[in-house]
C-alpha cells in the first residue's frame, strides 16, 4: 500500500500539521482523529489494515490529519473563549488547506468524504453540514452531535455554529439544505454496548430527517462498545455497502 507523510506550517493554527495519505486511487475520505490523537491513530489501531483492501484494489484514498482537540475543548488550563476560536480555526484549516492538498494528490473532481470516530464523528458531521460545497459527505461513528457535551458550560456564537443538534434545528437557507441534499452519503453509525451513547445518533438523525436532509442511521448491537474494534468492523462495512 502506498504511504506518504507530509507537513507544512499551518497558517490557521501557527504551527506545524502533518498529514498522512494512504492508497494511489479513488474517492477520498478524510479521517478526524478521536479525542486528543495525532494523524497517525488510525494506522495504529489497525482501522487501515481493515480497509487495505479497498485502498489497494483502488476503490478510495485515505487521508488522516492531528487533532487539536488537547489545545481547545479538551484542555482543562485554557480559557474557554479561547477554546472557541481554536476550533474555528481548526475548520479554517480543514476548510483552507487540507482540502486544497488533497484535490492536488486525487484531482479537483474527486469527491471528498469526511470520516471518524468519537470526537472524530463531531468534527466530520459538522464540517461536512458547514461546508456541503467542498465536502461531498460523511461517515460518522459513535458520535455525540451536541458540542455543549465537551464545553462544560461554556456557550457563545462559535460553540451555537459548530454543534448540530443546535444549529441544524435552525437551518433555513434553501442553499445550503439542497446541497446537503445532493449527497447520499450521510452515515451516521453507533453501537449500543458499553460506553456507546446510541440515543446521542439517534436525536441527530431524527433533526436532519425532520429537515428533510437524507440520512442513513445504523444502530449496532448491544454487542457493539465504543472501542476500536468496532470501528474496524463498522467503516469497511459501510464503505463496501454504500459506496
Not at 485515505?62 to 476550533?87: D, G, T
Not at 472524530?120 to 459538522?126: D, F, M, S
Not at 464540517?127 to 464545553?151: H, R, V
Not at 436532519?208 to 449496532?220: A, E, I, R, T, Y
Request: charged share 20%; glycine share 6%; hydrophobic share 35%.
Amino acid at each position: 500500500m502506498e504511504r506518504v507523510i507530509d507537513q507544512w506550517y499551518s497558517p490557521a493554527l501557527n504551527k506545524n500539521m502533518e498529514i498522512v495519505g494512504y492508497g494511489h486511487y479513488g474517492f477520498a475520505l478524510l479521517l478526524l482523529p478521536t479525542a486528543a490523537a495525532d494523524y497517525l491513530e488510525y494506522e495504529r489501531f489497525q482501522l487501515i489494515d481493515a480497509l487495505a483492501p479497498m485502498i489497494e484494489s483502488g476503490k478510495l484514498k485515505v487521508f488522516s490529519i492531528n487533532s487539536i482537540n488537547n489545545e481547545s475543548w479538551l484542555n482543562n488550563s485554557m480559557e474557554q473563549r479561547h477554546k472557541a476560536i481554536r476550533h474555528t480555526q481548526f475548520n479554517d484549516y480543514v476548510y483552507n488547506e487540507v482540502l486544497p492538498y488533497i484535490r492536488t494528490k486525487c484531482g479537483d473532481g474527486t469527491p471528498i468524504y469526511t470520516g471518524g470516530a468519537s470526537f472524530g464523528a463531531l468534527h466530520a458531521a459538522n464540517l461536512f453540514l458547514k461546508n456541503p460545497w467542498s465536502i461531498n459527505g460523511c461517515i460518522a461513528m459513535s458520535g455525540d452531535y451536541d458540542l455543549t457535551s465537551y464545553t462544560k458550560g461554556y456557550w457563545d456564537d462559535d460553540v451555537y455554529f459548530n454543534s448540530p443538534v443546535h444549529y441544524l434545528q435552525n437551518l433555513t437557507d434553501d442553499n445550503t439544505m439542497n446541497q446537503i441534499r445532493r449527497s447520499s452519503h450521510l452515515h451516521v453509525m453507533t453501537g449500543s454496548g458499553d460506553w456507546e451513547a446510541p440515543d446521542a445518533s439517534r436525536e441527530f438523525a431524527a433533526i436532519l430527517q425532520g429537515k428533510g436532509l437524507p440520512c442513513d442511521l445504523d444502530v449496532w448491537g448491544h454487542d457493539i462498545p465504543h472501542d476500536w474494534p468496532s470501528w474496524r468492523k463498522m467503516l469497511p462495512y459501510v464503505l463496501d455497502a454504500r459506496f
